[in-house]
């Protein structure tokens, strides 16, 4: 069964800082990766799509990389601010999305 | 862009009773939309396929009697939580695509059902 796996529950870093997330999925292939901002108490907001034959795309200070052959995501924020303060999930889908169980971002300023 | 309007927000109900969860479109039309549920500290589970003039499909493992989806028109997804029971508390939210893939799926605001 697909199995979709981030890296870990929480990552506590400092302003300014880069925020690199990691989002592994196994067994399927999929086309599309996408990743997803959750506030507590709120629904997901859409953040980036990634292709499966694009390496990399960004979006203002987010960065997303795709490795097909590794079956890996990274997702990076640069100079990270409290704002970011998040958890940010990863959908390797493109209909009927499956999440991974996230990760919590906390920027300390 | 596209907005995804659910209500109620939060809602408490008494064992034994039926809620109902509204999913609105506001902006687009969805034939399809998706139920969600989160319990505390998890990601979200998708419960169902909601499809506009058909019946749903569900998740595996998803009480298709309990959870009952209504799309009757192209903006409106409802979904009846009935006979509610303490286990069924939990954070349910729906989502669409109201655009191109690019634009990845938008979701309501969620609903936290607390069942006493």
């Known amino acids: 069964s697909q199995k979709i796996e981030q890296n870990s529950e929480a990552l506590n870093i400092q302003e300014g800082k880069t925020a690199t997330l990691t989002c592994n999925y196994t067994?399927?292939?999929?086309?599309?990766l996408q990743w997803y901002r959750q506030d507590p108490g709120r629904g997901p907001v859409f953040l980036l799509l990634?292709?499966?034959?694009?390496k990399e795309k960004r979006k203002e200070r987010l960065k997303v990389t795709f490795d097909t052959t590794l079956k890996q995501s990274l997702f990076h924020i640069t100079a990270s601010q409290p704002a970011d303060s998040a958890t940010y999930l990863c959908?390797?889908?493109?209909?009927?999305?499956?999440f991974g169980a996230g990760t919590t971002v906390t920027v300390r300023a | 862009g596209a907005v995804v309007s659910q209500h109620p927000s939060r809602v408490i109900c008494k064992s034994g009773t039926s809620v109902k969860i509204e999913c609105r479109s506001l902006d687009f039309q969805a034939t399809t939309m998706f139920w969600y549920r989160q319990f505390p500290k998890q990601s979200l589970m998708l419960m169902a396929t909601?499809?506009?003039?058909?019946?749903?499909?569900?998740e595996q493992g998803v009480e298709k009697d309990k959870f009952l989806i209504n799309h009757a028109s192209l903006t409106l997804s409802t979904l009846t939580v009935t006979s509610a029971h303490p286990e069924d508390s939990s954070f349910y939210i729906c989502?669409?695509?109201?655009?191109?893939?690019?634009?990845?799926?938008?979701f309501g605001s969620g609903t936290r059902l607390t069942v006493v």
């Open positions: 990634i292709r499966e034959n694009e």
């Open positions: 959908a390797p889908n493109d209909y009927k999305l499956s």
């Open positions: 989502s669409a695509r109201g655009g191109q893939l690019n634009y990845g799926y938008t």
């Open positions: 067994n399927y292939s999929p086309a599309y």
């Open positions: 909601s499809n506009e003039g058909s019946k749903a499909t569900y």
